[in-house]
């Protein structure tokens, strides 16, 4: 089955600095795609950026950017130049497809706080 | 540019009482979905329509039912709530079956159950 695990329940980074949020997956497919969504106190879910398996390039998306390793099984996020509305917890999911469709594995999840 | 929809975004129950959690998207999406989020985890999957007309079960499908109503709307029922239930409710949808379009999912509903 496949797993998402991220290991930082917490993380505090100062502004303007950089940060990096860990997550490491677990599957047996050969094709598969990597999420990660933001979501702030408010509570709904933003989508960040996605890195697929075949992807030669690391993905990256104005600050945010994924450091992927595939040997290692491991998909961080990388988030340059933090702003204080950075604040909010980071939640990696993995594609595990369906017929035709589709679902995500979410990991439990990273609580971002970005002090001033 | 509305998106997804969710209605209502809170709600409190007692123990048995019946509900339904209303979805609608505007993007012309063909599959939604319907997750949950419980304190400290990620969201997991109750139910999914992978297209008009289709519904299956996900991770987490024990006390909903869904309807597709049609291509917009995907409604989830609890037909007897129960406080396990007490949750917050995400439909999400996606518009084709090409594994890298994201999921875009809907404020939230939060339910509690008494």
């Known amino acids: 089955a496949q797993k998402i695990t991220q290991t930082q329940p917490g993380m505090f980074v100062q502004e303007k600095e950089a940060v990096t949020l860990d997550c490491t997956y677990d599957?047996?497919?050969?094709?598969?795609?990597l999420f990660w969504y933001k979501q702030p106190s408010s509570g709904e879910m933003i989508f960040l950026i996605y890195q697929g398996s075949y992807d030669e390039q690391n993905a990256t998306e104005g600050r945010y950017s994924l450091n992927f390793q595939k040997a290692r099984k491991s998909a961080n996020l990388v988030i340059s130049a933090s702003q204080l509305g950075d604040s909010a917890m980071y939640f990696c999911?993995?594609?595990?497809?369906?017929?035709?469709?589709?679902?995500?594995?979410f990991g439990s999840g990273t609580r971002l706080l970005v002090r001033p | 540019n509305a998106g997804v929809t969710q209605t209502p975004k809170f709600q409190v129950l007692k123990t048995g009482q019946s509900m339904t959690l209303q979805c609608a998207q505007d993007?012309?999406?063909?599959?939604m979905y319907w997750y949950r989020q419980d304190p400290g985890m990620g969201l997991r999957l109750i139910y999914y329509?992978?297209?008009?007309?289709?519904?299956d079960k996900g991770e987490v499908p024990n006390g909903y039912n869904v309807s597709r109503l049609n291509k917009r709307e995907f409604s989830l029922r609890l037909e007897s709530a129960a406080p396990s239930q007490t949750s917050v409710y995400f439909c999400?949808?996606?518009?084709?079956?090409?594994?890298?379009?994201?999921?875009?999912f809907g404020d939230g509903t939060r339910l509690s159950i008494l």
């Open positions: 599957t047996s497919d050969q094709s598969y795609g």
């Open positions: 999911a993995m594609r595990e497809m369906m017929d035709s469709s589709y679902k995500l594995i």
């Open positions: 329509s992978a297209s008009e007309g289709t519904t």
């Open positions: 999400a949808s996606n518009p084709t079956r090409g594994g890298n379009q994201p999921q875009h």
């Open positions: 993007m012309n999406h063909n599959s």
